[in-house]
């Protein structure tokens, strides 16, 4: 039997019933897909288009039949957040033009303090929140090349990320660094089951697919061999590009791209393509290895993005740890969904997270979901804060270095999967399939987090006896209008 320790002051009933929310704040850095989506804003080059089904790249809130093309074009897909964000009354809840540079856990008072600059006027303030929620996203911070003398370039120079409005490229020589019907919208709005139905087949789709993953499965083998001829065809099965285009990689390793038109280009006239690595940029050109020297007027980067996942600003956790410290080696986290030493932190695709898997919006929605399950228990149940403890998130790091040797993604090829090395462990990624991935993510395992009581005595949260529901006049009896509920919601 347990002791009443006599030398603390004796325990009181706090007066409130069961289930009462306590008054908490939540900070959302960012305002793309996951905090709602304004992401492709920010990259505007021309003919920019989702990879994934456009009726699969909603929100199932917020449904859109009126897509125009299978893969949505930037601006369409920028109009669809714009309209989403207006339809629901969202636009109230984002501050515009204020960036977060900064954010410090205090754990007296078990909040975040978070810097914010107003970029109009330069100004920074102190918010705070309980809840520190990180949907800044992750292939969003874009980078120039490492390359000699890029910034000496005479002529015209841009990313691809960063793509300047007006730019003219006619009649003038470009060089691209890097190398990666009516009725039926009128159906699906008439017939909302049918528009349902069509979303569900390319969800599944999508989802059966994950054996093509599996380095040694007869899936993975047909479809190097099919896309290889694929691609020759396209090119021209005597075109001596070939033998330097098509990959000798497995299909997937790196992500795929639906360019259409992209190979074909690379017979046209006025095209050349070049393979040889490039020395240095000079004022008039590139100059290769080989000493040659490309003459041209305008040069595109397309070269990617910061690979290193850590944060754009610093975020100092418990003891005064640094995220962006904590992951200089290698990012590790738990689920893709929080961290280490950062409590009542939460982050929209953390390292080991479904990035290859199909269309990100209908995961930012699993993703919302199990973060609110984790917020309402500390908000209802007396908790101070959670981590996930080092333990668990060991644990699963190990899980997920022992499975991806099984796929083609942990193959040879420079991916950012990897961090944009040619080997090395997959830490972008989750160790599954998506269908995996939403049963794992159904129901948090509360048991894998540290959890800090806001009272001494755990049990504080039951109160006085009551329950909201008496408190509020509602329904006080609901457990017998559907008693098989709990049931089926734990097995199936």
């Known amino acids: 039997m347990a002791e009443v320790n ?6 009181l009933i706090v007066e409130h019933p069961i289930n009462e929310p306590r008054p908490l704040r939540a900070i959302v850095v960012g305002a793309g897909a996951a905090g709602l989506n304004f992401a492709y804003a920010t990259q505007k080059y021309p003919g920019i288009r989702c990879d994934i089904p456009a009726h699969n790249y909603q929100f199932s809130w917020s449904l859109n039949p009126d897509w125009t093309e299978f893969y949505a074009t930037g601006p369409e897909i920028l109009k669809y957040f714009q309209d989403t964000a207006k339809k629901h009354d969202l636009e109230k809840y984002v501050k515009l033009r204020h960036k977060v540079v900064g954010a410090v856990w205090n754990e007296e008072h078990g909040a975040w303090s978070v810097d914010v600059q107003n970029e109009a006027t330069g100004e920074v303030f102190k918010d705070r929140a309980e809840f520190l929620i990180n949907a800044s996203g992750f292939l969003n911070n874009w980078k120039w090349p490492d390359i000699p003398g890029l910034h000496s370039f005479g002529g015209q120079l841009t990313h691809t990320a960063d793509w300047k409005e007006g730019l003219d490229l006619k009649g003038k020589t470009v060089a691209v660094l890097g190398n990666d019907s009516d009725q039926q919208k009128q159906e699906f709005k008439d017939d909302p089951d049918k528009f349902h139905k069509y979303r569900k ?18 899936a993975q083998a047909q479809a190097k061999a099919l896309l290889a001829e694929y691609m020759k065809q396209r090119l021209g099965k005597d ?10 990689f497995g299909v997937l390793c790196r992500r795929a791209s639906p360019g259409i038109g992209y190979l074909e280009a690379m017979n046209e ?26 003459p041209i007027d305008v040069l595109i980067c397309a070269t990617g993005f910061d690979l290193s996942w850590k944060p754009r600003f610093p975020i100092l956790g418990r003891d005064g740890i640094n995220l962006q410290d904590q992951f200089d080696v290698r990012p590790v986290g738990y689920l893709g969904i ?67 040797p099984r796929t083609i993604w942990s193959t040879k090829c420079r991916s950012w999967f990897k961090g944009g090395k040619e080997e090395g462990p997959v830490y972008a990624l989750h ?7 939403v049963h794992m993510m159904n129901e948090p395992r509360y048991e894998d987090y540290t959890w800090k009581t806001t009272n001494r005595n755990v049990f504080s949260y039951l109160g006085n006896g009551f329950s909201v529901s008496e408190v509020e006049n509602k329904d006080v009896a609901w457990f017998l209008d559907e008693p098989e509920a709990g049931y089926r919601s734990v097995i199936y």
């Open 6 to 11: 006599s030398s603390q002051p004796p325990y």
């Open 201 to 218: 087949a390319l969800e599944e789709e999508i989802c059966a697919r994950f054996d093509l993953v599996l380095k040694d499965s007869d």
């Open 239 to 248: 075109n001596p590009l070939a033998e330097r285009l098509v990959p000798d």
């Open 269 to 294: 006239k006025n095209v050349r393509v070049v393979l040889d690595p490039i020395d240095a940029v000079v004022t008039n050109g590139v100059r290769l290895q080989t000493g040659d020297t490309v």
């Open 338 to 404: 929080s961290a280490p030493n950062m409590p009542n932190y939460l982050v929209y695709f953390g390292p080991n997270s479904p990035l290859a898997h199909g269309s990100a919006l209908p995961s930012f929605e699993h993703i919302t979901t199990y973060m609110i399950r984790m917020i309402h228990k500390a908000q209802t149940q007396g908790y101070h804060s959670f981590e996930p403890s080092k333990q668990a998130v060991s644990d699963f790091v190990e899980h997920a270095d022992a499975f991806f």
């Open 431 to 437: 160790p599954g399939s998506r269908v995996h991935w």
